[in-house]
């Protein structure tokens, strides 16, 4: 039941969110897929946060091709012109259009650090 845990949680958030919020069903996944990079390169096998470079980098350069696909699939999927929007936004410029990609995955990933670390505080003070 150990295994099968995070699968059913997934699959009820991608099922709530199609019932509700179809729009958001891309970002949704991409969430999904950020949760396992979190598991695999922030966090170690007992569930405390790691930061190495590394691993920082990997996540963060993840984060980026996962919003960008997010970003593409909404408009390519959903018909909602986001990804135009970031083009016109960079001014159809694909380095500019990377570099915010790349602003908005470090704050993604200073944030999740933050957020890690505060779970961990308050899991402290309940015990």
Same mark, same amino acid.
């Not at 505080?121 to 402290?124: T, V």
């Given at each position: 039941m150990k295994k099968l845990y995070f699968p059913f949680i997934y699959l009820g958030l991608i099922l709530i969110t199609l019932? !509700? !919020?179809t729009t958001q069903i891309v970002f949704?996944?991409?969430y999904i897929f950020l949760s396992i990079a979190i598991r695999m390169f922030l966090l170690d096998e007992n569930l405390k946060v790691k930061v190495s470079l590394p691993n920082s980098i990997i996540y963060v350069i993840l984060v980026i091709i996962i919003l960008f696909l997010g970003l593409w699939c909404t408009e390519f999927f959903l018909q909602i012109p986001i990804h135009t929007m970031m083009l016109?936004?960079?001014g159809e410029n694909y380095f500019k259009y990377f570099g915010i990609l790349l602003i908005e995955s470090i704050f993604i990933f200073i944030f999740n650090i933050i *957020?890690?670390?505060s779970l961990k !505080? *308050?899991?402290?003070l309940k015990s």
């Open positions: 019932l !509700f !919020f949704v996944t991409a016109r936004l960079s *957020i890690l670390n !505080f *308050i899991s402290k």
